[in-house]
Protein backbone atom coordinates (compact mmCIF):
# COMPACT_ATOMS: atom_id res chain seq x y z
CA UNK A 1 0.00 0.00 0.00
CA UNK A 2 1.67 3.44 -1.21
CA UNK A 3 1.93 5.97 1.56
CA UNK A 4 -0.53 9.39 1.28
CA UNK A 5 -0.99 10.08 -2.47
CA UNK A 6 -1.57 14.51 -2.04
CA UNK A 7 -0.66 15.57 -5.77
CA UNK A 8 1.21 18.85 -6.29
CA UNK A 9 0.20 21.31 -8.88
CA UNK A 10 1.68 23.77 -10.52
CA UNK A 11 3.82 27.21 -9.17
CA UNK A 12 2.90 30.61 -9.68
CA UNK A 13 3.97 32.14 -13.33
CA UNK A 14 7.61 32.02 -13.98
CA UNK A 15 9.28 29.79 -11.16
CA UNK A 16 9.31 26.16 -11.98
CA UNK A 17 9.47 26.02 -15.54
CA UNK A 18 12.43 24.39 -17.44
CA UNK A 19 15.32 26.81 -18.87
CA UNK A 20 16.48 24.59 -21.93
CA UNK A 21 14.06 24.93 -24.51
CA UNK A 22 14.74 23.43 -27.65
CA UNK A 23 15.84 20.37 -25.64
CA UNK A 24 13.47 17.48 -26.97
CA UNK A 25 12.69 15.70 -23.45
CA UNK A 26 9.69 15.31 -23.98
CA UNK A 27 7.83 18.22 -22.08
CA UNK A 28 6.12 19.58 -24.92
CA UNK A 29 3.72 16.87 -25.95
CA UNK A 30 1.52 17.62 -22.93
CA UNK A 31 0.92 21.36 -24.05
CA UNK A 32 2.11 23.36 -21.53
CA UNK A 33 1.39 20.53 -18.82
CA UNK A 34 3.98 18.41 -16.74
CA UNK A 35 6.93 20.50 -17.52
CA UNK A 36 8.34 19.90 -14.38
CA UNK A 37 6.39 22.54 -12.41
CA UNK A 38 5.15 21.49 -8.75
CA UNK A 39 3.20 22.88 -5.70
CA UNK A 40 0.06 21.46 -3.79
CA UNK A 41 -3.25 20.53 -4.54
CA UNK A 42 -5.90 18.21 -3.90
CA UNK A 43 -5.76 14.32 -5.05
CA UNK A 44 -8.58 13.92 -7.55
CA UNK A 45 -10.64 10.83 -7.59
CA UNK A 46 -9.78 7.66 -9.60
CA UNK A 47 -10.88 7.74 -13.45
CA UNK A 48 -12.30 4.71 -13.93
CA UNK A 49 -12.26 5.47 -18.19
CA UNK A 50 -8.59 5.89 -17.79
CA UNK A 51 -6.95 3.50 -21.28
CA UNK A 52 -3.37 5.15 -20.93
CA UNK A 53 -1.78 8.04 -19.26
CA UNK A 54 1.81 9.87 -19.74
CA UNK A 55 3.77 9.73 -17.16
CA UNK A 56 7.17 10.85 -16.07
CA UNK A 57 8.81 9.57 -13.18
CA UNK A 58 11.81 9.66 -10.61
CA UNK A 59 13.08 6.54 -9.61
CA UNK A 60 15.48 6.31 -6.18
CA UNK A 61 16.69 3.68 -3.96
CA UNK A 62 15.35 5.53 -0.61
CA UNK A 63 12.05 6.68 0.80
CA UNK A 64 14.37 9.76 2.43
CA UNK A 65 16.17 10.47 -0.88
CA UNK A 66 12.58 10.82 -2.43
CA UNK A 67 11.70 13.30 0.04
CA UNK A 68 14.27 15.21 -0.37
CA UNK A 69 14.10 15.54 -3.71
CA UNK A 70 10.46 16.45 -3.62
CA UNK A 71 11.12 19.14 -0.78
CA UNK A 72 13.76 20.21 -3.61
CA UNK A 73 10.96 20.41 -6.38
CA UNK A 74 8.70 21.82 -3.63
CA UNK A 75 11.09 24.63 -3.16
CA UNK A 76 11.85 26.07 -6.71
CA UNK A 77 15.44 24.49 -6.14
CA UNK A 78 15.00 22.20 -9.21
CA UNK A 79 12.49 21.13 -11.53
CA UNK A 80 11.24 17.87 -11.59
CA UNK A 81 12.79 17.51 -14.93
CA UNK A 82 16.37 18.57 -13.74
CA UNK A 83 16.20 16.36 -10.92
CA UNK A 84 14.80 13.81 -12.87
CA UNK A 85 18.02 13.72 -14.76
CA UNK A 86 20.32 14.39 -11.39
CA UNK A 87 18.60 11.54 -9.24
CA UNK A 88 16.78 8.84 -11.31
CA UNK A 89 18.60 5.48 -11.41
CA UNK A 90 16.15 5.07 -14.31
CA UNK A 91 17.94 6.60 -17.13
CA UNK A 92 15.57 5.13 -19.54
CA UNK A 93 13.68 8.35 -20.34
CA UNK A 94 14.70 11.43 -20.48
CA UNK A 95 13.93 13.84 -17.54
CA UNK A 96 11.92 11.00 -16.23
CA UNK A 97 9.81 10.00 -19.34
CA UNK A 98 8.21 6.98 -19.52
CA UNK A 99 5.60 8.01 -22.48
CA UNK A 100 2.41 6.77 -23.06
CA UNK A 101 1.74 3.92 -20.18
CA UNK A 102 -1.25 1.40 -20.61
CA UNK A 103 -2.02 -0.62 -17.13
CA UNK A 104 -0.34 -3.82 -18.36
CA UNK A 105 2.52 -1.99 -18.65
CA UNK A 106 3.28 -0.67 -15.54
CA UNK A 107 3.53 -1.93 -11.90
CA UNK A 108 -0.15 -2.63 -10.37
CA UNK A 109 1.10 -0.30 -7.30
CA UNK A 110 2.07 2.52 -9.91
CA UNK A 111 -0.32 2.79 -11.83
CA UNK A 112 -3.22 2.98 -9.32
CA UNK A 113 -0.82 5.64 -7.71
CA UNK A 114 -0.95 7.46 -11.10
CA UNK A 115 -4.40 7.56 -11.20
CA UNK A 116 -5.28 9.39 -7.99
CA UNK A 117 -2.46 12.23 -9.72
CA UNK A 118 -4.51 15.27 -11.72
CA UNK A 119 -2.66 16.07 -14.72
CA UNK A 120 -0.12 18.29 -15.18
CA UNK A 121 0.70 17.55 -11.25
CA UNK A 122 3.11 15.32 -9.36
CA UNK A 123 1.98 13.09 -5.87
CA UNK A 124 3.33 14.78 -3.19
CA UNK A 125 4.52 11.13 -1.41
CA UNK A 126 6.83 8.90 -3.35
CA UNK A 127 5.19 5.27 -3.85
CA UNK A 128 7.12 2.24 -3.13
CA UNK A 129 7.24 -0.71 -6.26
CA UNK A 130 10.16 -3.39 -6.20
CA UNK A 131 12.10 -0.97 -8.05
CA UNK A 132 12.44 1.10 -5.59
CA UNK A 133 10.61 4.88 -4.57
CA UNK A 134 8.91 6.48 -7.95
CA UNK A 135 7.92 10.36 -7.48
CA UNK A 136 5.23 10.12 -9.84
CA UNK A 137 4.20 12.91 -12.79
CA UNK A 138 1.07 12.02 -14.51
CA UNK A 139 1.51 14.93 -17.56
CA UNK A 140 -1.84 13.72 -19.33
CA UNK A 141 -4.86 11.00 -19.18
CA UNK A 142 -6.91 9.49 -22.34
Keep these: EPPSLAARKAPPAGMGRDKGKGENDGGGAAKGKGKGKGKA ?24 LALDVIEMVNA ?5 NE ?4 FS ?3 AGRS ?5 KRRDELDPVFWEAALLCP ?6 EPVKTQWGWHIIMVQSKK
Design 41 to 64: AEPEVPSKGVAAMEIRHILVEKQS
Design 76 to 80: GKKTF
Design 83 to 86: AARE
Design 89 to 91: IDK
Design 96 to 100: GLLGW
Design 119 to 124: EGQYLG
